[in-house]
């Protein structure tokens, strides 16, 4: 059992800048891809940003690509989302997500293990 805990959300204006972060519980974290999703206001769950285990491999949906950038520290057990140049449609529930050996794939129920979420608001 892996527990995630993000954190980092928050209100930010448009062109303004977050760092979500999403620490593990476990000491195994480097067995585990991890991944970034979100669910605006109404709409589906979203693949966001995923990262490989050793962190060499990045992914990211087209809609976040050049502003956003997913990072990890293995020996702290945590990843990193930071997001730039933020717009309203990116307000959002933003989870991370934990895929037991994988890859980093943008494929939601590859992921074994979700956090609770943290909540995004980007106002015009």
């Known amino acids: 059992q892996v527990q995630l805990v993000e954190s980092g959300g928050g209100l930010v204006q448009a062109g303004g800048s977050l760092r979500l972060s999403c620490a593990a519980s476990r000491a195994t974290f480097i067995s585990y891809a991890m991944g970034w999703f979100r669910r605006p206001p109404g709409k589906e769950r979203e693949f966001v940003a995923a990262i490989s285990r050793t962190g060499g491999s990045t992914n990211y949906a087209d809609s976040v690509n050049g502003r956003f950038s997913i990072s990890r520290d293995n020996a702290k057990s945590t990843v990193y989302l930071q997001m730039n140049s933020l717009t309203p449609e990116d307000t959002a529930v933003y989870y991370c997500?934990?895929?037991?050996?994988?890859?980093?794939?943008?494929?939601?129920?590859?992921?074994?293990?979700w956090g609770q979420g943290t909540q995004v608001t980007v106002s015009a």
């Open positions: 997500a934990a895929d037991l050996y994988g890859t980093g794939t943008s494929v939601g129920r590859s992921y074994d293990y």
